[in-house]
T-cell receptor
Framework: DGGITQSPKYLFRKEGQNVTLSCEQN?????MYWYRQDPGQGLRLIYY???????QKGDIAEGYSVSREKKESFPLTVTSAQKNPTAFYLC????????????FGSGTRLTVV | GENVEQHPSTLSVQEGDSAVIKCTYS??????FPWYKQELGKRPQLIID?????GEKKDQRIAVTLNKTAKHFSLHITETQPEDSAVYFC??????????????FGKGTHLIIQP
């Protein structure tokens, strides 16, 4: 609901595995963002994209990768280089830039097993 | 880059009393300051925002004030109700060249409304 969909809701990763988190929006928003949420840490920016085929690193991009081949989609890959991937991942989108506020997805909880 | 500090980390108030959450930011170029509410297990939702050309904004029981000189902004909730219990996040972003680098969030305040 809310026009931005994240899947799966729960994801389990084995050590050394890459996993991809999906984020799709039908709001016709240009900008999309990935945040990581840890208890007591707030939301920290991983990657963001203002337009198709372009994206920038956020504050904690190491061990993550993204693509923006379509306006509607902004998948996040958590690679084996991310040493502490267990967290709650939130995708967001906005009309043009962050200055217009975000619509968040419902999140994906990733656990390393 | 921008750094946002938020206080307190936990706030407990009696139902019907007011709650105030404060944030400071470091980048004087920041010009947009939203507040998000996140209920347990749910996504953050925008509850109010303010831009740098405004000093105060109200929406029913919620208000936000901004002091650009001191680089701080606050969320005020009056006549608190049980459904106000949640984690609240402040955020800030500068706008550079017409674009923005994404919101920088505070670490959140867990607001507890005591019956």
């Amino acid at each position: 609901d809310g026009g931005i969909t994240q899947s799966p809701k729960y994801l389990f990763r084995k050590e050394g595995q890459n996993v991809t988190l999906s984020c799709e929006q039908n709001l016709n928003h240009d900008a999309m963002y990935w945040y990581r949420q840890d208890p007591g840490q707030g939301l920290r920016l991983i990657y963001y994209s203002q337009i198709v085929n372009d994206f920038q690193k956020g504050d904690i991009a190491e061990g993550y990768s993204v693509s923006r081949e379509k306006k509607e989609s902004f998948p996040l890959t958590v690679t084996s280089a991310q040493k502490n991937p267990t967290a709650f991942y939130l995708c967001a989108s906005s009309v043009g830039t962050a200055n217009y506020g975000y619509t968040f997805g419902s999140g994906t909880r990733l656990t390393v097993v | 880059g921008e750094n946002v500090e938020q206080h307190p980390s936990t706030l407990s108030v009696q139902e019907g009393d007011s709650a105030v959450i404060k944030c400071t930011y470091s980048d004087s170029a920041s010009n947009y300051f939203p507040w998000y509410k996140q209920e347990l297990g749910k996504r953050p939702q925008l509850i109010i925002d303010i831009r740098s050309n405004v000093g105060e904004k109200k929406d029913q029981r919620i208000a936000v004030t901004l002091n650009k000189t001191a680089k701080h902004f606050s969320l005020h909730i009056t006549e608190t109700q049980p459904e106000d219990s949640a984690v609240y996040f402040c955020a800030a972003t500068p706008q550079a060249g017409g674009g923005a680098d994404g919101l920088t969030f505070g670490k959140g305040t867990h607001l507890i409304i005591q019956p």
